[in-house]
């Protein structure tokens, strides 16, 4: 069983940053892929960015690529999204995630490969 929770979500205006945190905690977590999703209201639920906990391999959507950087700090037990450049359209739930099975250099993207998820934390860009 993995936990997580989310925090750093606010509201900014356009062309401000952000950094999301997401504590992990659990059995064997540091196997894990780790993963930030986004929903938007009446949207389907997007990937936006992940990274292998070992070895550190990440893989960012197009749509946030140059602005959103994701990284882990093992010490902590946290995986970081720090946003920069956010735009309007960026507004929506932010949701930490965990997947398992996955080696090498395969990043999953999609929603339903994730076993664990946060409970989400709302970001609000304003223009």
């Known amino acids: 069983q993995v936990q997580l929770g989310e925090s750093g979500g606010g509201l900014v205006q356009a062309g401000g940053s952000l950094r999301l945190s997401c504590a992990a905690s659990?059995?064997?977590?540091?196997?894990?892929?780790m993963g930030w999703f986004r929903q938007a209201p009446g949207k389907e639920r997007e990937f936006v960015a992940a990274i292998h906990w070992i070895g550190g391999r990440t893989y960012s959507a197009d749509s946030v690529k140059g602005r959103f950087t994701i990284s882990r700090d093992n010490a902590k037990n946290t995986v970081y999204l720090q946003m920069n450049g956010l735009k309007p359209e960026d507004t929506a739930v932010y949701y930490c995630?965990?997947?398992?099975?996955?080696?090498?250099?395969?990043?999953?993207?999609?929603?339903?490969?994730?076993?664990?998820w946060g409970q989400g934390t709302q970001v609000t860009v304003s223009s």
């Open positions: 995630a965990a997947a398992s099975g996955y080696v090498g250099d395969y990043v999953p993207r999609i929603a339903d490969q994730y076993t664990y």
């Open positions: 659990g059995r064997a977590f540091s196997s894990y892929v």
